[in-house]
């Protein structure tokens, strides 16, 4: 089975520096994403862990360790925009699993100026 | 290109009533998947599909079929209604089980 915890809401405030946590209990792993969701919009992915460290993509940068089953989401230079839920997600490894997208519950962000 | 597209946007149903979400998507991904969002709970996998013709249920498949024909089309059929699947609809579409792209989502009430 699968298990993928992350804090239900988070605050900060603008020009801030936030991390997310994430852990995960997967049978089989085949890689760690993180999407951005707006209110009433779609997800959108922001980054992909496979190995160990950290994944840097400008404002935000992702670490993965899977010893641990764990990863975090770095968001820097928060901005208003940056308010949004933020969803940890596991790929299944393997055979007719790969592909297959575990989620957790989301981090709700809140920006305050 | 437009992705991955859903429809409808919107749709209201009685218990009981049968229907099929529609999804779509052009970018030739082989990895198509179906999700269901409720406050609280995340999002949930239903049927996920790796190819035409071959589809597996996910985690709350109850209630629900797929079928995979072509490699751009993966219909969401709800056999018989319930209010239990009042919920927002994802489809996702992928290339090698990487990055997900997701269409805009359908509303389903039903009452």
């Known amino acids: 089975g699968q298990n993928i915890d992350q804090p239900t809401e988070m605050t900060a405030t603008e020009g801030a520096i936030v991390q997310i946590n994430c852990t995960y209990q997967t049978s089989g792993f085949n890689g760690l994403f993180w999407y951005q969701q707006h209110a009433g919009e779609a997800p959108t992915f922001l980054s992909y862990n496979v190995l160990d460290g950290l994944e840097e993509k400008g404002r935000f940068s992702s670490f993965l360790s899977r010893s641990k089953g764990y990863s975090y989401l770095l968001l820097k230079e928060l901005q208003m925009k940056d308010s949004a839920s933020y969803l940890c997600?596991?790929?299944?490894?393997?055979?007719?699993?790969?592909?297959?997208?575990?989620f957790g519950r989301g981090t709700q962000l809140t920006v305050w100026p | 290109n437009a992705g991955v597209t859903q429809t409808p946007k919107f749709q209201v149903l009685k218990t009981g009533q049968s229907m099929t979400l529609q999804c779509a998507q052009d970018m030739n991904h082989e990895y198509m998947s179906w999700y269901r969002q409720d406050p609280g709970m995340g999002l949930r996998l239903i049927h996920y599909?790796?190819?035409?013709?071959?589809?597996d249920q996910g985690e709350v498949p109850n209630g629900y079929n797929v079928s995979r024909s072509t490699t751009e089309d993966f219909p969401l059929r709800l056999l018989s209604a319930a209010p239990s699947q009042t919920s927002v609809y994802f489809c996702?579409?992928?290339?090698?089980?990487?990055?997900?792209?997701f269409g805009p989502g359908t509303r389903l009430t039903v009452t």
């Open positions: 996702a579409s992928s290339s090698q089980g990487f990055e997900q792209y």
């Open positions: 997600a596991v790929s299944a490894a393997g055979g007719s699993t790969l592909g297959r997208l575990y």
């Open positions: 599909s790796v190819g035409a013709g071959i589809t």
